[in-house]
């Protein structure tokens, strides 16, 4: 059964380039969340999808976008990358979105602003 | 809003028992997830509690106090692999299902 699997692991990219990054989910979950996880602090809510659609948000700016396709693999985009974007991206997947439902994380991007 | 607090860094032998807190204001509360993550690894989920009073699960226990907005983690007998980073998390009803706010994390170090 394989596990939340993310790609690349690794990213560098300079200012103001665009990036994306793919995840996909747990066998049998159809909700992904992503986080961004600064060094030494703990991971922050970018969005969540479920059926195809974002269902909730959290305080990042519209540079940070992102999609789900139908067989429930997600991206995340972000464009005009600043040095702050520089970060572990974290994909979690669940099955529903029930706050009781245990969310199972990937291994993450890391992602590198020159 | 949603503030998570939890110390930063502590150290403790092998063998020993380490108790690290959370205190967390969430509008909404819904409950309270601990994740353990090494160094450059994904989290990893350890326990959920959303009534009061304790949850163990082998060496590792989590409390919680709903009118306290106060958790802790539990870890009994450690050992070398026990090094990590210990998140806390907490859901809320007004932040939609499943959306968690972490804290910063507190760092275990275990040593011979």
């Known amino acids: 059964d394989a596990g939340v699997t993310q790609s690349p692991t690794h990213l560098i990219k300079t200012r103001g380039q665009q990036v994306t990054l793919r995840c996909s989910p747990k066998?049998?979950?159809?909700?992904v969340s992503w986080y961004q996880q600064a060094l030494g602090q703990g991971p922050q809510f970018i969005f969540q999808y479920y059926e195809e659609e974002e269902r909730q948000r959290g305080n990042f700016p519209d540079r940070f976008s992102g999609h789900q396709f139908p067989n429930y693999s997600s991206e995340l985009n972000v464009n005009a990358l600043l040095l702050g974007d520089s970060a572990l991206y974290l994909c979690a997947s669940s099955l529903g979105t029930s706050a009781h439902n245990e969310q199972f994380f990937g291994p993450g991007t890391r992602l590198t602003v020159l | 809003g949603q503030n998570i607090d939890q110390p930063t860094e502590m150290t403790a032998t092998e063998g020993a028992i380490v108790q690290i807190n959370c205190t967390y204001q969430?509008?909404?509360?819904?409950?309270l997830f601990w994740y353990q993550q090494h160094a450059g690894e994904a989290p990893t989920f350890l326990s959920y509690n959303v009534l009061d009073g304790l949850e163990e699960k082998g060496r590792f226990s989590s409390f919680l106090s709903r009118s306290k907005g106060y958790s802790y983690l539990l870890l009994k007998e450690l050992q070398m692999k026990d090094s990590a980073s210990y998140l806390c998390a907490a859901g809320s009803i007004y932040y939609g299902n499943n959306r968690l706010a972490f804290g910063k994390g507190n760092q275990v170090v275990v040593i011979p």
């Open positions: 969430t509008s909404g509360f819904n409950g």
């Open positions: 066998s049998g979950h159809d909700t």
